[in-house]
């Protein structure tokens, strides 16, 4: 799949429904509200739009809904907590999410000494915590504004979705002086075609309806998973941590 002696290259991957299956946001909420931070309404409407996102995929005015909820009720939050938070919610939930053959292809990319950063509307400190968690060169995500590291209920910028997300991917390779067409990309939703039209190297993991067109009609890559992987995958770690004891 990659070259023997391949050219300095980044490979971009979207988190919620190509990384790791549904929402990231979805199991923050639940944290969020089993500390008092959000109520049982909000967790409903979360759980509703979670399972949607899983249905049809991202919806726009839904991640939109849930951020404002977040920045309303990030107002005098620490960031220490909400990283701490992060790290909870990754260990104990969003490791169980994840896509074992998205995970294995970044990891594949890092053996061929590809840099892996993730691209993702999910808040920064998630991101930071699943970047790390996995061994993977970095983040990007949504910045929520903090003053002293207290967040203050804005954003430092805007959401880090669609064309903003291809800003950053433009920005990162400069940075680490990549050329955009030695580049990979991947992503289930329609909203990252900008992202995946900037790069040599589109891929598209379980896409929604219409990046599922778009991609026939460029004859795109596919990744196709199913539910039973992460089982597996489960079933497996397991074994090998029962092995260990």
């Not at 930071?128 to 207290?150: C, P, Q, S, Y």
């Amino acid at each position: 799949m990659f070259q023997a002696t391949p050219p300095r290259a980044i490979a971009f991957f979207d988190v919620d429904n190509t990384l790791m299956r549904g929402a990231s946001l979805y199991h923050l909420g639940v944290a969020a509200w089993r500390c008092g931070l959000i109520t049982r309404r909000d967790i409903t409407s979360f759980g509703w739009k979670q399972a949607r996102f899983l249905a049809v995929g991202e919806n726009r005015d839904h991640l939109s809904t849930v951020l404002l909820r977040a920045l309303e009720v990030a107002v005098g939050f620490e960031q220490a907590e909400l990283i701490r938070l992060s790290e909870e919610i990754f260990d104990t939930k969003l490791t169980r999410r994840l896509w074992p053959e998205t995970v294995a292809v970044a990891r594949r990319h890092l053996e061929t000494g590809h840099e892996v950063w993730l691209l993702t509307a999910s808040v920064q400190e998630v991101a930071d915590v699943i970047a790390a968690r996995l061994g993977f060169t970095g983040a990007v995500g949504t910045v929520l504004e903090a003053d002293d590291g207290i967040f203050t209920g804005r954003l430092t910028a805007g959401v880090c979705h669609g064309a903003l997300k291809s800003d950053a991917a433009r920005a990162r390779a400069e940075a680490s002086g990549v050329d955009l067409a030695d580049c990979w990309a991947y992503s289930d939703s329609h909203n990252d075609i900008p992202l995946l039209e900037l790069v040599g190297h589109p891929v598209v993991v379980n896409p929604d309806a219409a990046l599922a067109r778009y991609a026939a009609a460029r004859d795109w890559p596919v990744m196709r998973m199913k539910r039973a992987s992460i089982r597996r995958a489960a079933r497996a770690n397991r074994v090998r941590t029962s092995k260990k004891r």
